[in-house]
C-alpha cells in the first residue's frame, strides 16, 4: 500500500498555512468547518482502491484550486447499490483523527457536518449535473416566503438546544463537482454529496412521533396498501416501534383508499397529508422528467407520527434520472419535452412505474395545483431562466480539460454505468450542458400548455 501521509488540522488562508490548536497540535481536532467551493476541488487520496463495502485505509488531502485546505486519515469504501456494478464506482470517505481516533466531521458552507464525505460518479449522467441541480431547483421553489423547507413548528423543536440554529436543513441532498485524484493519478469527476440523514429532515430519532422512511426497490404499494417490511427503510424512530409502523400503515390504507374510490381524497386529506409538499413533489418530477420517482427515490417524512393520526410530507432524493436520461432506452426524440407526456399521470409511463397514486391527486387536486403553478412561474421560482443560473453554478465548477480527461478514463459505453448508460443516453446525446439547459427551457413552455399559463 502507498505511503499514508500525516494529517494536518492547517487551514490555508491568503496562501499561507494557518495552525489552529494549542501548539499546533493536529491531535486538538475533530472538527473542520470550510466555505462553499468558489473554484474546483481537488481530492488527493492515498492508498489502495476499494474494492467492497469494506473500508480500507487511505490519506487524504483536499484543495480548492491550488490552495490546500487540510489533510486527514481514515478510510473510504464503494457506495451504492446498483451502481456497485458500474465501472466508474462511487465512493465513500470517513475521516478520522489519526492520534484520537475520534471521527473527523467537516462542515461544508452551511451544510450540517458530515462525518462521511460522499463521491457520486453518475455513469448514467456523464454531465454530473442532474441529481443536484434537480434538487436544488426543488428547494428554490419549494421555500416559503421566510426560507423554510418545512412547516415553521419543526424549526423551533429544538430551540432550548440551539436557539433555532438549524435553519439550513437541506431536506434533501446537495452537492458540488470535485477532482478525484489517489496515489498520483487522476481518477476521475465526481461529485461530493451531502448525506441524506436525519438531521436534514429536523428528525430526532429518539422521538416516536419523528418518523422517516424511503420505499426501497417496491412496486405497488400506493394501491394496494399493502405495507412489505423488506420494501421499507425506516431511519426514525429509532428502534422502529409498532407505532410507527401503524402510521405507515395507515398512510398506504388511505391513499390505496384514495385510488379504490372507497375514500374521498379532498374529505381527509387534511388528516393525512402536507398537500403543498406533494403537489410541489409532483410539479418537481414533471419539470424535470422522473420517472424514477414514483414509487421510488423520495422520503416520507412527519413530526407527529402517531398509530392513528399524523400529516406525511414528501421530499425528493437521487435525482440523477432526469432532464430526458431515464432507466427506458429512449431516443432524444422519444425522451424531447413535447413529446414525452407527464410524468405524474398514467400516461406514457417510461420506465415502468405507476403513477396511479400521482394521478389521483391530478384529477382530485387539479385547481390547486395549476394554482401552484401560475404561482412559481409569476414569482419566477420556476423558469428557464432561474433554472440555467442553477446549473452554471454547478458546471462553472468543472474543468472542461478534465471533463476531457474523464470521458478517456471512463468512456462513454455502457459499462461505465450499470450497464445501460449509453443506451439511455441514446448515445451520449443527452450528455451536454446545452441538452439540459434546452431541454429544462421546452419542458416549462410545454408544462405551460397544460397549464394554460400565459404569463
Request: glycine share 8%; charged share 20%; hydrophobic share 35%.
Amino acid at each position: 500500500m502507498a505511503d499514508l501521509q500525516q494529517p494536518t488540522t492547517g487551514f490555508v488562508n491568503n496562501g499561507s498555512l494557518v495552525q489552529y490548536g494549542a501548539d499546533n497540535v493536529a491531535a486538538q481536532w475533530d472538527y473542520i468547518s470550510l466555505s462553499k467551493p468558489t473554484r474546483p476541488w481537488r481530492i488527493s487520496l492515498k492508498g489502495d482502491l476499494p474494492t467492497s463495502k469494506d473500508g480500507v485505509d487511505m490519506s487524504v488531502s483536499f484543495f480548492e484550486g491550488t490552495l490546500p485546505l487540510f489533510s486527514a486519515m481514515g478510510t473510504w469504501n464503494l457506495q451504492g447499490q446498483s451502481s456497485l456494478n458500474s465501472l466508474k464506482k462511487n465512493y465513500k470517505i470517513k475521516l478520522k483523527n489519526a492520534v484520537t481516533g475520534n471521527k473527523l466531521k467537516v462542515r461544508i458552507g452551511d451544510w450540517f457536518p458530515l462525518s462521511g464525505l460522499v463521491l457520486k460518479g453518475y455513469g448514467t449522467d456523464r454531465t454530473l449535473l442532474r441529481d443536484t441541480i434537480t434538487t436544488e431547483i426543488w428547494r428554490h421553489f419549494h421555500r416559503d416566503e421566510a426560507g423554510r423547507l418545512a412547516p415553521e413548528a419543526i424549526y423551533s423543536y429544538q430551540n432550548d438546544q440551539d436557539l433555532g440554529m438549524k435553519t439550513s436543513a437541506l431536506f434533501s441532498t446537495a452537492g458540488f463537482p470535485c477532482e478525484l485524484w489517489c496515489n498520483g493519478e487522476f481518477l476521475g469527476l465526481y461529485v461530493l454529496r451531502s448525506d441524506n440523514d436525519n438531521d436534514q429532515y429536523l428528525i430526532d430519532s429518539s422521538n416516536p412521533k419523528h418518523f422517516l422512511a424511503q420505499p426501497d426497490h417496491a412496486t405497488t404499494f400506493w394501491q394496494t396498501g399493502n405495507y412489505n417490511f423488506f420494501e421499507w427503510e425506516i431511519y426514525s424512530p429509532d428502534p422502529v416501534s409498532d407505532d410507527s409502523i401503524s402510521f405507515l400503515k395507515r398512510f398506504l390504507s388511505w391513499t390505496s383508499g384514495c385510488i379504490n374510490g372507497s375514500i374521498n381524497p379532498r374529505d381527509t386529506y387534511r388528516s393525512y397529508i402536507d398537500l403543498t409538499s406533494f403537489i410541489d413533489y409532483m410539479l418537481l418530477n414533471d419539470v424535470v422528467v422522473s420517472f424514477d420517482s414514483i414509487v421510488n427515490n423520495f422520503m416520507l417524512c412527519s413530526w407527529n407520527a402517531a398509530a392513528t393520526s399524523g400529516i406525511v410530507s414528501i421530499y425528493p432524493y437521487d435525482e440523477d434520472e432526469t432532464f430526458g436520461v431515464m432507466a427506458a432506452p429512449t431516443t432524444v426524440d422519444q425522451a424531447d419535452p413535447y413529446n414525452v407526456g407527464w410524468v405524474m399521470k398514467r400516461d406514457k409511463r417510461y420506465g415502468g412505474q405507476d403513477p396511479i397514486f400521482f394521478d389521483m391527486l391530478h384529477k382530485y387536486f387539479r385547481p390547486e395545483i395549476r394554482a401552484r403553478w401560475r404561482q412559481l412561474r409569476d414569482k419566477n421560482r420556476i423558469s428557464g431562466e432561474t433554472i440555467n443560473r442553477i446549473i452554471l453554478n454547478q458546471s462553472n465548477l468543472i474543468d472542461s480539460k478534465l471533463m476531457k480527461k474523464d470521458l478517456q478514463n471512463w468512456p462513454m459505453n455502457g459499462e461505465t454505468g450499470i450497464g445501460n448508460a449509453i443506451n439511455i443516453s441514446d448515445q451520449g446525446k443527452k450528455w451536454s450542458v446545452n441538452y439540459i439547459m434546452d431541454y429544462a427551457k421546452r419542458r416549462i413552455q410545454w408544462l405551460d400548455q397544460q397549464f394554460r399559463y400565459y404569463g
